[in-house]
C-alpha cells in the first residue's frame, strides 16, 4: 500500500483472507508491524472489498469522545450505535468490520476486545506498530482472541508488481527449483531490477515516490523523513536516547564487520547486559531485526541463542542506504551512482548483508548466526544466517561481489558436517554449484 491514491499489491491480503473466511468472527485480527509500511491502506482497502461496511477509528487522531466509549462495555449497542452515529456508517451483523488503527494508542480498546469478539455481531481488524505497547498494556488484559499477523515493508516481489512486472519472480522460482542459471543477459537485467530495489526500498511511500518522479533524490528525502519519525519514536518511548543512537549506529556497527554489535562503541562504558531490553523492544518495534549468535547450532536454533549477542538489520534495506549516509546531502551521496552501476566498493558489502536479512524475516524467518574462533586466535569465519532446515541447519554465507570463495562455510562444515542439511553462498552472481554448496544469486534469497 503507499500514499494516497495509490495502491500496491501485497500479499499479506491474502492472509487476512484465509482469517476472514476460517475465523468467522471467533478471533480478531491484529496487523502488526513498523509505522509507514502500509497497514492502515492495506487493512482500509480489504474492508472496502469484502465488507458491506466499515469504521475505522484512528487512535492517533480520533477525538475523546470515541476513547470515553472504551471505559464502559457493559451496555455494546449503547457503543454501536454513537459509533454508527458519529462516523455515518451503518452497521451490518456479521457483515460489517470495525478497524482499530494504531491501537497502541488506545489500550482500553484493545481490552474490548475480548467482549466485542464475544458478542460477534462484527469483525475486528487491528493495526498498530506496538512499538509502545510494553508500556500502555502493562495495566490491561491482553485478548487472547487475537490472531497476531506480521507485517513487513514490501519485499522484492511487492516491489516487482508495484513496477508492473508480475513475471519475473514465478519465472525465478522455477530457476531456483531447477537449480539452473538464468543466463547473463538475463541475470545482469535481474540484478539491475534488484539493485534498484535495494536502494529505494519497500517503504511504500518511497515506492510511490520513485514511480511518480523516477527521481532518487525525491526518494531519498521521504526515506529521511521515516528514519526521523522512527528516531522520534524511539526517544519517546526510551528516554535515555539508546534505542535512537542504537538505530543509527546499525551501518556504522555492520561496516566494522565484527562479530556482534558492540553497544560500548556507541556509549561507552555501556555493557551489553543492561541494555538487553532495550533490544527487544526495538526489536518488537520491527523497525529493525536483529539476528543473534547461535552457541551450538542444531536443529532446535534459538535453545542456544545468546541475548547478549547479536548483529542488528534496518528493518527496510531503503532505509539503510539512507541510514548509511545521512550525515551528507544526496548530492553528495555517491552510493546510489555505484550500486545502481555495480560498482559498489568491498567495504559496502553489508548492504547485501541487511537485504538478505530483510528477506529471510519477510518469510518468517528468525535470524541466528555463528562464529567459530581462527586457529590464530586473531578473528572469527563466520556464517551470515542459519536457517532450521529439516531435522538439520543450512548455513548462509553472504559476500556482496561475485567471488565464490566460502571459506566459512567450509569450516563450518568440518565441525558440524552430520547436522548440515544444505551450503548457500549468496553472491551477485548468477545461479552455479561449487562442489556441494549452491551458488546462489542475492534475488533468490527469498526462495530458501
Given amino acids: 500500500m503507499a500514499t494516497k491514491n495509490k495502491?500496491?499489491?501485497?500479499?499479506?491480503?491474502?492472509?487476512?483472507?484465509?482469517?476472514?473466511?476460517?475465523?468467522?468472527?471467533?478471533?480478531?485480527?491484529?496487523?502488526?508491524g513498523a509505522?509507514?509500511?502500509?497497514?492502515?491502506?492495506?487493512?482500509?482497502?480489504?474492508?472496502?472489498?469484502?465488507?458491506?461496511?466499515?469504521?475505522?477509528?484512528?487512535?492517533?487522531?480520533?477525538?475523546?469522545?470515541?476513547?470515553?466509549?472504551?471505559?464502559d462495555l457493559s451496555d455494546l449497542n449503547y457503543i454501536f450505535l454513537r459509533l454508527q452515529v458519529m462516523y455515518g456508517v451503518t452497521l451490518h451483523e456479521r457483515k460489517s468490520v470495525i478497524i482499530f488503527d494504531e491501537v497502541q494508542m488506545q489500550p482500553l480498546a484493545r481490552q474490548a476486545i475480548k467482549h466485542l469478539v464475544k458478542d460477534h455481531r462484527y469483525d475486528y481488524i487491528e493495526t498498530g506498530s506496538l512499538i509502545s505497547i510494553r508500556k500502555n498494556v502493562k495495566d490491561i488484559v491482553i485478548p487472547?482472541?487475537?490472531?497476531?499477523?506480521?507485517?513487513?515493508?514490501?519485499?522484492?516481489?511487492?516491489?516487482?508488481?508495484?513496477?508492473?512486472?508480475?513475471?519475473?519472480?514465478?519465472?525465478?522460482?522455477?530457476?531456483?527449483?531447477?537449480?539452473?542459471?538464468?543466463?547473463?543477459?538475463?541475470?545482469r537485467k535481474m540484478m539491475r531490477n534488484f539493485r534498484l530495489y535495494m536502494l529505494v526500498g519497500g517503504m511504500p511511500q518511497a515506492v510511490s515516490k520513485y514511480i511518480e518522479t523516477n527521481n532518487l533524490s525525491a526518494v531519498d528525502m521521504v526515506k529521511r523523513n521515516i528514519i526521523s519519525l522512527y528516531e522520534e519514536d524511539f526517544r519517546k518511548i526510551d528516554e535515555s536516547g539508546k534505542a535512537a543512537?542504537?538505530?543509527?549506529?546499525?551501518?556504522?556497527?555492520?561496516?566494522?564487520?565484527?562479530?556482534?554489535?558492540?553497544?560500548?562503541?556507541?556509549?561507552?562504558?555501556?555493557?551489553?547486559?543492561?541494555?538487553?531490553?532495550?533490544?527487544?523492544?526495538?526489536?518488537?518495534?520491527?523497525?529493525?531485526?536483529?539476528?543473534?549468535?547461535?552457541?551450538?547450532?542444531?536443529?532446535?536454533?534459538?535453545?542456544?541463542?545468546d541475548?547478549?549477542?547479536?548483529?542488528?538489520?534496518?528493518?527496510?534495506?531503503?532505509?539503510?542506504?539512507?541510514?548509511?549516509?545521512?550525515?551528507?546531502?544526496?548530492?553528495?551521496n555517491i552510493i546510489y551512482q555505484k550500486l545502481l552501476s555495480d560498482k559498489l566498493e568491498a567495504n559496502l558489502g553489508y548492504i547485501y548483508e541487511n537485504v538478505v536479512a530483510q528477506m529471510l524475516r519477510a518469510t518468517g524467518k528468525d535470524l541466528?548466526?555463528?562464529?567459530?574462533?581462527?586457529?590464530d586466535g586473531k578473528g572469527y569465519y563466520e556464517i551470515d544466517f542459519l536457517i532450521a532446515d529439516g531435522s538439520k541447519v543450512s548455513p548462509i554465507e553472504v559476500k556482496s561481489s561475485g567471488y565464490?570463495?566460502?571459506?566459512?562455510?567450509?569450516?563450518?562444515?568440518?565441525?558440524?558436517?552430520?547436522?548440515?542439511?544444505?551450503?548457500?553462498?549468496?553472491?551477485?552472481?548468477?545461479?552455479?554449484?561449487?562442489?556441494?554448496?549452491?551458488?546462489?544469486?542475492?534475488y533468490l534469497t527469498p526462495f530458501l
Fill in 404 to 442: 565464490k570463495a566460502h571459506t566459512s562455510i567450509d569450516k563450518f562444515s568440518d565441525k558440524f558436517s552430520s547436522r548440515i542439511q544444505r551450503k548457500y553462498l549468496v553472491y551477485t552472481k548468477d545461479l552455479q554449484k561449487d562442489g556441494d554448496t549452491l551458488c546462489l544469486p542475492v
Fill in 144 to 187: 487472547s482472541e487475537e490472531m497476531r499477523m506480521p507485517m513487513y515493508p514490501m519485499d522484492f516481489e511487492e516491489f516487482r508488481w508495484a513496477l508492473g512486472d508480475t513475471a519475473s519472480m514465478p519465472l525465478l522460482r522455477q530457476i531456483f527449483e531447477s537449480r539452473k542459471p538464468l543466463g547473463e543477459a538475463a541475470h
Fill in 245 to 305: 543512537a542504537m538505530f543509527d549506529a546499525i551501518p556504522a556497527q555492520l561496516s566494522k564487520n565484527t562479530s556482534r554489535y558492540k553497544i560500548s562503541s556507541v556509549f561507552p562504558g555501556e555493557k551489553q547486559d543492561r541494555v538487553v531490553d532495550v533490544v527487544k523492544m526495538m526489536e518488537e518495534s520491527k523497525v529493525i531485526n536483529a539476528s543473534y549468535h547461535c552457541d551450538d547450532p542444531n536443529v532446535g536454533l534459538a535453545l542456544t541463542k
Fill in 368 to 375: 541466528y548466526y555463528h562464529t567459530i574462533k581462527k586457529p
Fill in 7 to 32: 495502491l500496491f499489491k501485497r500479499k499479506l491480503y491474502d492472509k487476512m483472507l484465509k482469517w476472514k473466511q476460517e475465523s468467522n468472527g471467533e478471533t480478531a485480527l491484529l496487523i502488526e
Fill in 307 to 332: 541475548p547478549e549477542y547479536y548483529k542488528m538489520y534496518a528493518g527496510d534495506t531503503g532505509l539503510f542506504v539512507t541510514l548509511a549516509f545521512k550525515s551528507k546531502e544526496f548530492t553528495d
Fill in 35 to 71: 509505522r509507514r509500511i502500509g497497514k492502515s491502506t492495506l487493512v482500509e482497502e480489504f474492508a472496502k472489498n469484502e465488507y458491506d461496511s466499515y469504521i475505522l477509528i484512528d487512535f492517533s487522531q480520533n477525538a475523546e469522545e470515541v476513547n470515553n466509549l472504551f471505559k
